[in-house]
């Protein structure tokens, strides 16, 4: 077993073995992939400040997200195909993820569905819903995920159409993918994930196929796919769905402060800034940019979470200090999920955490709850540089 220190280690991992098409799914962006990278590199421009000759005892990680006991403020982002990252992918998160005791997000285009997660957790989890035209499935979904007991749910409102992704044109990713001479050849040398492959049912939309109208098989997926996402949202169909869902609402895809009023206005709960990790937009701002305007506009009005970059506990920290409440990863337990199973996204969560437990008492904080700007040096420019 290698030494493990950083989340860039079970990325190295990772990227051997899991086949190429997933690799590059996950750890891609639209377009040149500007917005992708600036998620990440915009942190480094942020610096902590350090204090010391300060009572370090006592430290504590542990807060809330709408309400709910976290032992730290992060939550598992949706990802889509996890299941393909490993398999039952999906199980594996979401189990990781209740034993550590933070917020475990299935999305909708996962492979595991609902009721697999169900089935194999004890903990209620959350549902990220995408804006589809199909008004049967939304209410069937909903009526799913009330079934599943899941405690929140978490619409995605950046992906109206869909961002170009180079990688996975090249590689035929889509729903579902299209296997290639190339990337069966690949998958192929992928002896641990083809084995654990082999050895599981679910390999398809499970949330899906089945579940919408028309969609009994894979190849009936593509089609339905094809034609779902509704290009005509707004925020009246959004409105639409707060009556659907009854429970806490978080919106995801916020990342200028007119739309964080908008979603003040339509009733949730909460508001995630993100970019879609940079796979929609490609020149957007990074979403620990687009931060402080977001809490200028409605911070102490409505609970906001950060997400897209984070891949330490650091970065946690300075989304904290900003005046996020909570903070989700993706690709950083992505990576951990393709390297180990669930003991990779375990590990991916010990990192994080502990980085952001010594980070935060040498800036001379012992509760994460308490953390402010104080610790901060941010760049004058940093988010109001624009004309």
């Not at 280690?9 to 098409?21: E, G, N, Q, S």
């Not at 933070?102 to 999305?107: A, E, F, M, N, R």
């Not at 990074?286 to 402080?292: C, K």
């Not at 102490?300 to 506990?313: F, M, P, Q, T, Y």
Request: charged share 25%; proline share 3%.
């Amino acid at each position: 077993m290698p030494v493990i220190t950083c989340v860039e280690d079970l990325k190295r991992i990772y990227k051997r073995r899991t086949p190429r098409m997933f690799y590059d799914y996950a750890e891609s962006g639209s377009w040149t992939e500007q917005t992708f990278r600036e998620n990440t590199t915009d942190f480094q421009e942020i610096h902590l400040r350090q204090r010391v000759a300060i009572d370090m005892a006592g430290r504590t990680t542990k807060s809330q997200m709408i309400g709910q006991d976290v032992s730290m403020p992060v939550a598992l982002a949706p990802v889509g195909l996890t299941g393909m990252q490993s398999a039952d992918g999906e199980i594996k998160a979401a189990r990781a993820a209740e034993k550590f005791g933070v917020p475990y997000t299935l999305s909708t285009m996962s492979i595991c569905s609902i009721e697999d997660v169900a089935e194999n957790t004890s903990k209620p989890f959350w549902l990220q819903v995408y804006t589809l035209k199909d008004d049967d499935f939304m209410k069937r979904l909903f009526d799913r995920a009330k079934a599943a007991k899941c405690s929140a749910a978490v619409i995605t409102v950046d992906l109206q159409m869909l961002g170009q992704r180079h990688k996975d044109l090249k590689n035929g990713l889509s729903a579902p993918p299209k296997l290639t001479f190339k990337s069966v050849t690949n998958m192929m040398t992928k002896v641990q994930w083809g084995l654990g492959m082999l050895g599981t049912k679910r390999r398809f939309f499970g949330n899906i196929v089945g579940h919408a109208k028309g969609v009994a098989d894979a190849s009936s997926l593509s089609t339905w796919t094809a034609e779902a996402f509704d290009v005509s949202l707004d925020w009246d169909r959004i409105r639409e769905f707060r009556k659907m869902w009854d429970g806490p609402l978080i919106i995801k895809g916020i990342i200028d402060p007119r739309d964080a009023l908008e979603a003040l206005n339509v009733g949730a709960d909460a508001i995630i800034v993100s970019n879609h990790g940079g796979r929609q937009l490609d020149g957007a701002l990074s979403s620990i940019r687009a931060l402080p305007a977001i809490m200028d506009a409605v911070g102490d009005k409505i609970e906001v979470h950060l997400d897209s970059g984070i891949r330490s506990g650091q970065d946690v920290l300075k989304a904290l200090a900003l005046g996020a409440k909570g903070t989700y990863i993706g690709r950083a337990y992505v990576y951990g999920l393709g390297s180990m199973g669930e003991a990779g996204v375990t590990k991916a969560l010990e990192l994080i955490q502990k980085e952001l437990e010594v980070s935060m008492a040498l800036c001379g904080r012992t509760d994460v709850t308490k953390v402010d700007r104080d610790i901060l040096m941010i760049p004058r420019d940093f988010s109001d540089r624009w004309q």
